[in-house]
């Protein structure tokens, strides 16, 4: 069975920081695009940053300079360094799996979320 379990969310004020953590088991996805994902009250959900096993990058335009995925495939984890957190990114983060190395299709795999509420 395949997990991905997020951690580090919480309650932050504007301008300050958090990482995320997603740890995956049951499956190795170290040449998988791996991602993360949010999604606000009344607003769909939408990727906000990807790496892909050679560590190619994809990041919304509104976290640029602001966020930075990351990986570690010993681990079988991937990060989302936040910082410079705005009250528009409050929502339930998302880790996310893709097997293989195109950026399009579904996402296969997908973690049960975690909050992150920013006060202004």
């Known amino acids: 069975q395949v997990l991905l379990v997020e951690s580090g969310g919480g309650l932050v004020q504007a301008g300050g920081s958090l990482r995320l953590s997603c740890a995956a088991s049951g499956r190795t996805f170290s040449s998988d695009i791996m991602g993360w994902f949010r999604q606000a009250p009344g607003k769909e959900r939408e990727l906000v940053a990807g790496i892909h096993s050679g560590d190619s990058t994809y990041y919304r335009h509104s976290v640029v300079g602001r966020f930075i995925i990351s990986r570690d495939d010993a681990k079988n984890t991937v990060y989302l360094q936040m910082t410079s957190l705005k009250p528009d990114d409050t929502a339930t983060y998302y880790c996310?799996?893709?097997?293989?190395?195109?950026?399009?299709?579904?996402?296969?795999?997908w973690g049960q979320g975690t909050q992150v509420t920013v006060s202004s």
């Open positions: 996310a799996a893709k097997i293989g190395t195109s950026w399009i299709g579904q996402w296969n795999y």
